[in-house]
């Protein structure tokens, strides 16, 4: 009865699964937008909508298909050169052709039994990973949903590192002591939101954290990364770690990571670098050597849906001592008994947050396998390119400001008004006006409280041509504003 609605062994569900494949394929193709975006309001998204979502029968399939049409045509397209708003990639096509078998194949990556050759790839990129970052045998990681689970996993075990040093204090066990009213976590100015988002989660409080000043180029400054730890020790609070950044969200920014390393070293408190975007860095030749001192991280966090070109999510967590994760380990006598590890059966769930797990490490390492270092290198280093370039042009109009040098892929500026029409209006209004005419999706920031503007360039099949368009498409919008609100 509901053989028809599963792939099966049968020739007639097979015939019938490479159908349905080839039919997605073909509505996707037919639908995807050639602007960047439809510019519809959540109001007018909302009645495309059907209004039963569980009807009490199945409707045609050329129905469904309608839907699915609807849904891509109001989708952001990201593989368009004027979706330049957030770290947010187009994928890899052998991406998307792994995604077809992680999906049909359903492992889940929690337990051997379940998933057993994805359980050994997943491993050996692990390892290969930890390699690549200068990590020794010792090291471990896993696969998480993105950098926002990979630094709270790295504050987490941080958290237990301290607590279990400093007062012998079992975290998994026992919860938080009295005491860790006094704990502290470091990070610069520019450092992602989930450093305090993680705070509250792990009963810390977001007051735990302290924000460490800046150099020009929104890099943590070691001198002032000292201080504040001299000055909590004299306060009698506790330095639980300090995050360093590799690619801050706005400017692509890398801290000092040989600096901050040594200062927090001497401290002796948990290093983690933040290189969801930056680490990609660690894959071009050219650009390697700004990753510096990674390897002395006690952990670090790298996404894989950004400069590796992933479909969301693919992201990687990495410890450089593997026992750091003993603070997390729970055993289930259904899922992964004790007795598993004594006979050397891996499973993944002793060294994630999750349980069911995708196997996203495929779609990584037949991505790897398509492209080759050279290629992959040579993408990253093409938005960074771009990046250059229009923030060349950007600092040859008068009317433009350039908020910053760029550091990796994105570029921060604003546009000027010279007629007293207030700028952090005008700049909201320019990005506003590009989203809602389905124009362009460009990013947001405020820098030194003013409002900004942002290109983050991820997609490596735009052109110089393409950036100065985008560019000229901002100037246009500022130059209507301006006429409209000096017009009597």
Sequence with gaps: MFDSEFLTSSADSKNAYQRLITQIGEIVCESLPSQPCSGKTPKALAELLPREFLPSQAVPSGQIAETLRTVIANSIAISNPRAAAHLHCPPLLASLAAEVVISTLNQSMDSFDQAPIATI??????????????????????FTAGGSQSNYMGLLLARDALLHEQWNWPAQKAGLPPEASRVRILCSEAAHFTVEKSAAQLGLGTNSVLRVA??????????????????????????????????????GSI??????????????VWVHVDAAYGGALLFSGKHRGRLEGIEAADSITI???KLFWQPIPCSAFLVRDARSFDSIRLHSDYLNPEVHEEEGIPNLV????????????LKLWISMQALGREKLAAMIEKTMHLADHAARVIRSKQDLELMCEPQLSSVVF?????????????????????????????????????????????????????????????????ERISRSKSAP
Excluded at 121 to 142: H, P
Excluded at 255 to 268: C, F, G, H, Q, Y
Excluded at 350 to 361: E, G, I, K, Q, V
Aim: glycine content about 8%; some cysteine.
């Design 121 to 142: 790839v997943e491993q050996k990129m692990i390892r290969w990973l930890c390699s690549e970052f200068g990590y020794s045998w010792a090291a471990d990681g896993t």
């Design 350 to 361: 002793t060294t994630s947050l999750l349980t069911s797990r995708r196997f996203d490490a």
């Design 255 to 268: 801290d000092p990571l040989v600096e901050i390393t040594s200062v927090a070293r001497k401290a002796n």
């Design 414 to 478: 604003r546009y000027v008004f010279d007629n007293g029409f207030e700028s952090d209006r005008g700049n909201t209004e320019i990005r506003r006006r590009l989203f809602d005419g389905g124009l362009a999706v460009i990013g947001h920031t405020r820098v030194r409280e003013r409002q900004c503007l942002k290109f983050t360039c991820l997609n490596p099949t735009a052109t110089e041509e393409d950036m100065e368009h985008l560019i000229g498409l901002i100037r246009s919008q500022g």
């Design 214 to 251: 800046v150099d020009d180029y929104f890099r943590m400054r070691p001198a002032s990364l000292r201080d504040a730890l001299e000055k909590l020790r004299d306060q009698g609070l506790l330095p639980m770690a300090v995050v360093a950044t590799a690619g801050t969200t706005d400017f």
């Design 303 to 305: 996404d894989f849906h």
